[in-house]
């Protein structure tokens, strides 16, 4: 089993920073993906941005230029710097994480339980 658990959410005003945090730890063969959604009251979740093994990222286009996603391979640890923060990101985000429990390839597909992200204006 694989638990996933996050951190760094808060209170900021428009235009500030936040970091998250999210570690992985666990049943862990491999880490395949780490990634970043968000999930506003009456929205469906939605991806932010992911980091793959071999280190590729991907970023939603509103996030394009303000966020970073970082991996701690070491300490199975993905990181998400948010800039330039604005109102309507303000959400719930959840890390998810993808990969493999043991040698046999068994695969393992988990979420956090979420970290609350509010931006005021």
């Known amino acids: 089993q694989v638990q996933l658990v996050e951190s760094g959410g808060g209170l900021v005003q428009v235009g500030e920073s936040l970091r998250l945090s999210c570690e992985a730890s666990g049943r862990i063969q491999s880490i395949n993906d780490m990634g970043w959604y968000r999930q506003a009251p009456g929205t469906q979740r939605e991806l932010v941005a992911e980091v793959i093994s071999g280190g590729n990222t991907y970023y939603a286009d509103s996030g394009k230029g303000r966020f970073t996603i970082s991996k701690d391979n070491a300490k199975n640890t993905v990181h998400l710097r948010m800039n330039r923060l604005k109102p309507e990101e303000t959400a719930v985000y959840f890390c998810?994480?993808?990969?493999?429990?043991?040698?046999?390839?068994?695969?393992?597909?988990?979420w956090g339980r979420g970290t609350q992200v509010t931006v005021s204006s």
């Open positions: 998810r994480g993808r990969g493999c429990n043991n040698p046999r390839g068994d695969e393992y597909d988990e």
